[in-house]
């Protein structure tokens, strides 16, 4: 290669195909398996950066009965090394009822305190503030990273037209806010508006996206 001349590299494709098989059927572990391989390429994700989450349907020990659960990576830690015990398990119908008692913007930080009344399994990590940010999407599995390629789309001026430009209307655009409840409802707001897109790009900060599989 001549001097001066840039080469451009993907990144790598980590997924095994025989260590998820082995995983199969279970949703946490392949959460815990894909988040391990996010953080591992800090091209991806920033070292401390972005979270990840899955929702299963798991018996409720309170009444027996059938019920949604929210697994998400926790406050404090890393993908890269994320663990069962950094993940918080929160009951989804639960967190999405917040809503009737959310009080608007100012009031951001009681929401927190109301997460932790949510808690499905008692050896939940501390939700973080990013928890309703996949609460409120539908999706089964959600990923919200800082890779550097979507930061540079998403911090540069024209963000939100060249967003829908390379990605041909397939990628939402959701103008910057601290993460919080109300970030939650306005991710959800442009799912509603924009329906049958396959991820979100949050001005100045990085990407949502999201599968039916880990
Ligand atoms: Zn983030």
Not at 19 to 47: F, Q
Not at 193 to 201: D, F, L, W
């Amino acid at each position: 290669m001549s001097s001066g001349t840039k080469t451009f590299k993907h990144v790598s494709y980590l997924w095994e195909e025989s260590k998820a098989a082995e995983l199969a059927g279970d949703e946490v572990a392949l959460l815990i398996y894909r988040s391990n391989l996010l953080g591992a390429d800090l091209r991806l994700t920033n070292y401390g950066g972005g979270n990840t989450s899955c929702k299963v349907i798991s018996k409720d020990p309170l009444t027996g009965t059938e019920t949604e659960v929210m697994w998400v990576k926790g406050s404090g830690g890393d993908l890269g090394t994320l663990k069962k015990n950094g993940l918080a398990a929160l009951y989804v119908d639960r967190l999405r009822s917040l809503k009737n008692v959310y009080r608007g913007l100012q009031y951001e930080d009681e929401m927190v305190e109301l997460f932790n009344h949510c808690i499905f399994d008692l050896a939940s990590k501390a939700p973080s503030i990013d928890t309703p940010l996949h609460g409120f999407l539908p999706f089964k599995h959600i990923d919200h990273l800082h890779p550097d390629a979507a930061i540079a789309i998403a911090a540069a001026k024209d963000g939100k037209r060249i967003t829908k430009e390379l990605f041909n209307g397939k990628l939402g655009w959701v103008e910057w806010r601290k993460p919080g409840f109300e970030l939650g409802l306005e991710l959800k707001k442009c799912l509603d508006e924009n329906p049958g897109i396959r991820g979100i790009m949050l001005g100045s900060h990085g990407l949502f996206t999201w599968g039916d599989t880990a």
